[in-house]
Every structure is written in C-alpha cells, then in structure tokens.
DNA sequence: ATAGGGTTAG
C-alpha cells in the first residue's frame, strides 16, 4: 500500500524520528570527526582499492551479493586493510553495514580504533538507537569520555532511561562525570517529567562531591515548579539571585505559569519586574504561557485582556499564540472572538495548522454549530482531517450532539485510514451511545477496547455503569466495578456519579464505597460532607468502618469537623475510644 | 538569529 499521510503521522508521534531520515543526506563522513588519527594511509596501491570498494558500496543498492566477485584479488581476512575500508567509507551507516556484512562473512571483528571512530561519528550525528545497537552488535566499551558523550547522545533523543543506564554503569567503574552530563540528565529528566528521579540524581550529585553551577539551580527551579512546589521553586530563585546569578529564562517562565496556574496572580508582575531588571526578557513565549496558564484557570478574559495589550504594544502573536487564544475564547463559548482572531490571524499571513483547525472545530461543536463544524471539517487539508486528534473532536463533538450514527462512520473510517484510536476515541463514542440508550454498543466498544490493549479509563467506564444503574442491572454494574479495580482505573468523580456509589452501597455492593473513598484518600480529595457521612454510615453498619474512618481521619486533618448527624449514624463511642485521630 | 509553547473526553 502507498504510504499516505496518515502513515506519516503515525511515525511523527513516535518519539525519535531522526533515524527516520535519508541516512545519504544526514551523516557526515566519520573520518571528519576529529577523533583517532590512524587513519593515515600508507599504501598508494591498496588507497587506490579502498577507494573503488567505498565507491561499491556508496553506489550499488545490493553491494553484499556481488562485491567478493567484484574485487575477487582482494583478501578481506587482512584487519588493516578492512579498518581502513571503514574509515574511508563517507556515510556511517553505511560503513555499519559493511561492518556487518564483514563479520557475518568472514568473522571479521574491528580494532578499537575503529570502532571507536565509528561510535563517535553515530554520537556526533545523535543517531542514539544506532549508536546503542552498535554497542550491542560490537560489545565495544568506548572510552569514558565517549560514554559521557553517548550519555548526552541519548538524552537528547529522549532515550532517559538508557541514559541513565549508561549512566549508572559508567559510575559503577569509578568514573566521575562531568558536570555537563549532569545537567543534561537533569534537564531530560524534567522534559520527561521525572522529578523523582531529578531530586534522586541531584542527591547522587552531591553525594558524589559535585560543584553545581547556575545550570543546576535553574533546572531545579524547574523541577520545584513541576512538583507544584513554588514556594520552594521561587526561594531557591531568589537565594540564586541574592548570590549574584541569574537563572535561565526557562526557569522565571515556569514559575510565572505555577503562579497563574496557583491563581497567585499578584506574584506575577513582580516576577517580571524582576526579569526584566535582571536583563532577562519576557517574550512571546513567557506571555503565551501566561495566557495559557490563565485559560486552563478559566480566566480567559485576563487572558484576552494581556493578548490585546500585547498587540497594542508592539509584540506579533504567533500561530501558537492565536491558537492558545483562540482556545481559550472557544472553551468559553466566545465564538464571535474565536472567529475574530481566526480571520485576523490569516489576513496577517498565518495560515492555520492542524492545531488551530482543531481549536476552532471544537469550538463549533462547543457552541452545538454542527454545519459550521462540518464546513470546517470538509476544509481541512487531509494532512490534518486524518489524524487522531481530528477525528476524535469530530467523534465527540457529534456524539455530543446525539450525531452517533455520522460519529460511528467516522470511527470505522479510521481503521480503513491507518489512523490509530486512543481511549479517548472509545470514550466518547461510548458516552455518546449510552446517552442515546445504545448499551449494546457501548459495552462492545468497551470490549473492543481492551481487547486493543488499550488503558481504559473511569470514562469509559462510567458512563455504562450510569446506564446500567438506572436500569437497575445492578449484577451487571458490579461485574464491571470488580473490572475497574483489576485494572486499576481510578473512580474519578467527574464520571461516577456519586449517587450512584450511595446507591450501589446501600445494596449491599459495598465494595464499591470501599473503592470509591480509597481513591479520595489516596488522592487528598474531600468529598461531599453529605456524601461522605451517607457512605460512612453504611460502611460501619457492615464492619468496614476501618476504611471510614481512614478518610475520616484524613478529613479531620483538613479542619472538617463531623457533625452530629454522623456522630449519630455511626455511634458515638468511636470517637470516644480514639479511633479517629 | 537559537528553542520552547498551542489541539481531542470527563
């Protein structure tokens, strides 16, 4: 099958696609990689060969079938001779093949040297998987400082875990890294999103006697900010500042989103105050995630207000910061300003990408224009109509408004398109089949989900266990509650109704509050005091009082006091022997 | 002139 775009698009969401690319055009000749200088040639005869083998291999697709009759005089059992092939050969990747084709010949293993020049050249070129099966392949050990390069390679292809791995080993041998390879881990480990292990590293680093620099401070600013720990985040700003340093950009722009994102908007024009007066300026980008930050807060209007000020003075919001606003104007059912800014944008010339069509799609279907979505949809250039996010604001944008049929033609299309569906695809086809009474359908799609290997989530869940409640299947809803729990899908509440756990309780389905008031522990929610007190009552008249009180407990930490009501449903003497504290 | 950032459910 030809590859069609939907093809693409899959490979674009893998994370690596470097190696994708046309070997020819991308990697450089490993003998200009300033490393190793044995490569001087000595014999004028055999350089002669040596060329014309190389020029072989550049040029012939099928070189290995025919290249020991094409230089039959030539003996390749000679090591010099076949090192020097190697290093002559203009493409790395192509000299690994040769490397490959050479020892499954003739059992051909390489000196050091080469090998060496070949894993740094795949290093310099950061072609982290080739360098990692060639390791593999070759069981060579490259030098530290290779490794320390390697460690790097990896990181910046988003290989943390084998990073680390390398990592560790190369400690175990007595090696000390150097403060670079620190930071780079540091900072990989914060785009993954690792910040348990960014803290383990640094306790590592100054276990190991590491002098930190300006570098590390500033990831771990980060780092604070991504565990919503601002305070921290902002001390340690300010102690940086105090000594005389200045953090990166990076790490005022995160602090500044957690600000907004803590609704500390006060804090806000401090900080930039202090950006600014430390010669760091705020940019697009800064003032994007600001906007962002108060768009997921639901604070567009503030949002929109800094967008237009922005205008106003000077700055050109770019396709992200359209988008961004755009977004925001739509979840709030602005519609008339989402359209606004959209035909703005492209009289300025910004022509709109996937992102911003998808934006203002679900905005359409936000504010129930169906025919306006589906003009929308029918413009889309197919780069951007098949991809899975596409299709699942078209899925769900239908499904909401009792479109199933047209959402499930969609679904099926899918498949015939080679575009992968998510949970969220199943998700809301399900929601929109129970809402239309559809169970059979729904329960199928759940199967099919599974079956697929995909994570379900309470959302696909929840709205079949809503339906089948109301029916007063109450065996069934049971079968599928003991599948959350094999599966670890957490009672979210925004898609269990509450009522529903009361319900199922009080029929005797226990288990279900059980589960139900675990998740709110384990998450530090708080439930509904009524809710609450219902679900404490009917667990400590069936001997489950244990995991009542367990969230009681927690809630008293919190300052809520129980009120009577539940001193009487549960019985006065728990509290008196202590049981909750 | 560097990069990064934005889209889908509940």
């Known amino acids: 099958m030809a590859r069609t775009p939907s093809y693409f698009t899959k490979l674009l969401r893998r994370p690596s696609p470097k190696i994708i690319q046309n070997p020819n055009q991308q990697f450089r000749d490993i003998r200009n990689t300033g490393c190793g200088n044995d490569s001087q040639d000595k014999s004028q005869h055999s350089s002669e060969i040596v060329k014309e083998i190389c020029g072989t291999i550049r040029s012939k697709p099928r070189w290995e079938n025919t290249l020991l009759s094409d230089f039959s005089g030539v ?19 192509l000299s690994i093949r040769l490397l490959y084709w050479l020892r499954s010949t003739f059992e051909y293993s390489p000196a050091q040297s080469t090998c060496s020049l070949i894993f740094n050249a795949l290093v310099q070129d950061n072609a982290a998987k080739a360098a990692k099966s060639f390791l593999q392949f070759t069981q060579f050990v490259p030098e530290p400082a ?45 785009k993954e999103g690792y910040t348990d292990l960014v803290w383990e590293l640094y ?30 985040g902002y001390q340690l700003l300010r102690q940086v500042l105090n000594d005389g340093y200045v953090p990166h950009k990076s790490a005022f722009d995160k602090l500044l989103f957690e600000f907004i994102l803590d609704q500390k908007h006060d804090r806000v024009p401090a900080l930039l105050h202090i950006m600014i007066a430390k010669g760091i300026k705020p940019d697009l980008y800064t003032y994007q995630q600001i906007i962002h930050g108060l768009c997921l807060t639901r604070m567009q209007r503030e949002g929109l207000f800094i967008f237009n000020d922005l205008k106003n003075r000077g700055y050109a919001p770019d396709k992200i910061m359209y988008t961004t606003m755009i977004h925001g104007l739509c979840k709030m059912k602005w519609i008339k300003d989402a359209r606004k800014l959209w035909f703005e944008m492209i009289q300025k010339g910004i022509e709109p990408n ?25 413009e889309m250039k197919t780069d951007y109509k098949e991809t899975l996010i596409a299709y699942n604001t078209m899925i769900n944008g239908l499904c909401s408004h009792g479109m199933t049929t047209e959402a499930f033609q969609l679904f099926k299309q899918m498949d015939s398109q080679n575009v992968c569906k998510d949970v969220i695809t199943y998700n809301s086809l399900i929601r929109g089949f129970c809402k239309e009474g559809k169970l059979t359908e729904s329960l199928t799609l759940l199967r099919e989900l599974v079956d697929r290997g995909l994570q379900p989530s309470c959302s696909s869940y929840g709205p079949i266990i809503g339906k089948l409640y109301e029916l007063g299947l109450i065996d069934e809803v049971k079968i599928l509650w003991n599948e959350m729990q094999d599966k670890n899908v957490e009672p979210v509440s925004v898609c269990i109704d509450e009522n529903i756990i009361i319900g199922l309780s009080k029929k005797g389905c226990i288990e279900t509050g059980v589960y139900w008031l675990a998740y709110m522990v384990k998450n530090r929610l708080v439930p509904k005091q009524r809710t609450f007190e219902k679900l404490v009552a009917i667990l400590s008249q069936r001997d489950k009082l ?13 300052g809520y006091t129980p009120s009577s009501r539940l001193k009487d449903m549960i019985g006065a003497n728990s509290f008196d022997s202590g049981l909750i504290v």
């Open 75 to 93: 003996n390749f059992s000679d090591s010099t001779f076949l090192n020097q092939v190697l290093l002559h050969q203009n493409n790395v990747f």
């Open 146 to 190: 290779a490794l320390e390069s390697y460690v790097r390679c990896l990181c910046e292809s988003r290989m943390i875990e084998d990073a680390l791995q390398v990592f560790d080993e190369m400690k175990k041998t007595g090696v000390c890294p150097s403060l670079e390879t620190w930071n780079c881990l540091l900072l990989s480990l914060i």
């Open 546 to 558: 244990d995991v009542g009180l367990s969230v009681f407990g927690h809630m008293f930490k919190i």
């Open 354 to 378: 996937q992102y911003t069509y998808n934006t203002l799609l679900y905005g359409y279907f936000r504010i129930g224009d169906i025919t306006k979505a589906q003009n929308l949809y029918k």
């Open 203 to 232: 306790r590592d680093m100054i276990e190991s006697g590491v002098v930190t620099d300006l570098d590390t401070l500033s990831y771990l600013i980060q780092a604070f900010c991504l565990d919503k720990n601002i305070t921290e």
